[in-house]
């Protein structure tokens, strides 16, 4: 028995199960145009969008905010005051925006560019490995994750060596399934291991990201564009989580479905030379799988209207990702990975303030990953039943058995 039938809490309906579909409850709830309770990952009672318009206003309308959250069961205004330093994902404007503007120019699509060559040697790297380890393998741990891991590691400034220190914990971070107990325990280790890393670019600030923030803003009040250390380790803790789990499981579940859709991996293999078309079936995998089922909670400022509902001032709301990506407002057919689609404006990275910041990186990673590991292995199959993850806000496998 899940633990909201235990308290009686409305279904955490924004996650999935196995396969790559939104719930039905929510797909129904989204064709009929209404709304529906949950509760959050940290307990709060919400309201539940589902549709791509109703999830672009509560993501992109200023009167939606994480400032006036209410506080979660069991914390107090000390501890989430803590939580949220350096969040990007908790601050409103203008805490965000001085935040945010500190990392733009890191994350340009030029800047991506430059970083391609190491990209593709960490990819060309994995495939070596798995190649010489012999089928079968693992796809989530030789490849889906690795890559992902490596880049945002290098790219931060965070020894990979530590990953068994992290990995675990930016997995655990995003469950829908831990008690408050847990959820702080969680929080201090995470924060004392960030915490020794911003004490280390202090020190020796390296060539990376951690390195460039101490240099250009770490010694300046917030009034001039500054950084202090705890906002420092908050911020490489939100990246770190976020650069890991999102592009590894748009990996995991793409192959998935290219293995399970023979026609598909044929469409795939047959642009792998170009690089419009190459782009398009990564815009297809990032809506189609839609990793990040639902948005961050936010709480509605004023009364406001969303699609067809008036949402109350200080009404919790969150919207399903994975559900808008299939609105058939969006095209035909949605139901379905179709690598040649047109793109067309999907919500897997989010929408307005709060847009992705590392989109432009996860797009090149998708791009190098997906068209080395079809390159290397023209005989990919599936080896075994993939195993899905659950309770999480980030849809993903927790094993893809390969052989070739
Ligand atoms: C924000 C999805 C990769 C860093 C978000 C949001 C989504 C998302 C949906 C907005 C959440 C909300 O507003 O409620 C994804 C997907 C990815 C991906 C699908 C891969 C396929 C990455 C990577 C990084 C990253 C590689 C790190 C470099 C961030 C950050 C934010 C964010 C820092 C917060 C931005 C802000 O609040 O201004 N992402 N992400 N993401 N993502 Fe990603």
Request: proline letters at 8%; a negative charge; glycine letters at 8%.
């Amino acid at each position: 028995m899940s633990t909201d039938q235990a308290t009686d809490q409305p279904p955490r309906l924004g996650l999935r199960r196995d396969g790559l579909a939104p719930d039905p409850a929510v797909t129904a709830m989204r064709d009929a145009g209404g709304t529906c309770p949950v509760t959050t990952l940290v307990g709060h009672r919400a309201t539940l969008v589902a549709g791509h318009a109703e999830a672009r206003t509560v993501h992109g309308d200023p009167a939606f905010g994480f400032e006036g959250l209410p506080l979660p069961p069991g914390v107090g205004p000390a501890e989430l005051a803590q939580r949220r330093t350096g969040m990007l994902l908790a601050l409103d404007p203008p805490h965000h925006t001085r935040l945010r503007r500190m990392l733009t120019g890191s994350f340009t699509v030029r800047a991506m560019k430059a970083l391609e060559p190491r990209i593709d040697a960490i990819v060309e790297q994995a495939l070596d490995a798995m190649g010489s380890a012999g089928a079968p393998a693992d796809l989530v741990t030789a490849f889906a994750l690795p890559v992902p891991s490596l880049v945002i590691c290098e790219l931060l400034g965070v020894p990979y060596d530590d990953r068994d220190e992290f990995t675990a914990r930016a997995e655990r971070t995003l469950r829908s399934d831990l008690t408050p107990d847990e959820r702080r325990d969680l929080f201090a280790a995470s924060s004392q291991y960030m915490a020794s890393l911003v004490a280390r670019a202090r020190r020796e600030p390296g060539d990376d990201l951690l390195g460039m923030l101490v240099r250009e803003h770490g010694d300046l009040p917030p009034a001039e564009g500054g950084i202090d250390d705890d906002e420092l380790a908050g911020l490489a803790n939100l990246l770190l989580v976020a650069g890991h789990e999102t592009t590894s499981n748009v990996i995991a579940l793409g192959t998935l479905e290219l293995l399970r859709e023979p026609t598909q991996t044929a469409a795939l293999r047959a642009s792998l030379d170009d690089p419009a078309a190459l782009n398009r079936a990564v815009e297809e995998f990032l809506r189609y799988v839609s990793p990040v089922s639902a948005g961050f909670p936010r709480a509605a400022s004023r009364d406001v209207v969303v699609g067809d509902h008036e949402i109350p001032a200080g009404t919790v709301v969150t919207a399903s990702l994975c559900a808008a990506n299939r609105d058939p407002v969006l095209g035909e057919d949605l139901e379905s990975l179709d690598v040649t689609r047109e793109p067309g404006p999907h919500v897997a990275f989010g929408y307005g303030i709060h847009h992705c910041l590392g989109a432009p990186l996860a797009r090149v990673e998708l791009r190098i990953a997906f068209s080395a590991l079809l390159r290397r292995f023209p005989g990919l199959a599936l080896a075994g039943e993939p195993e899905f993850r659950h309770e999480h806000l980030i849809h993903g496998l927790e094993a893809l058995p390969v052989t070739w």
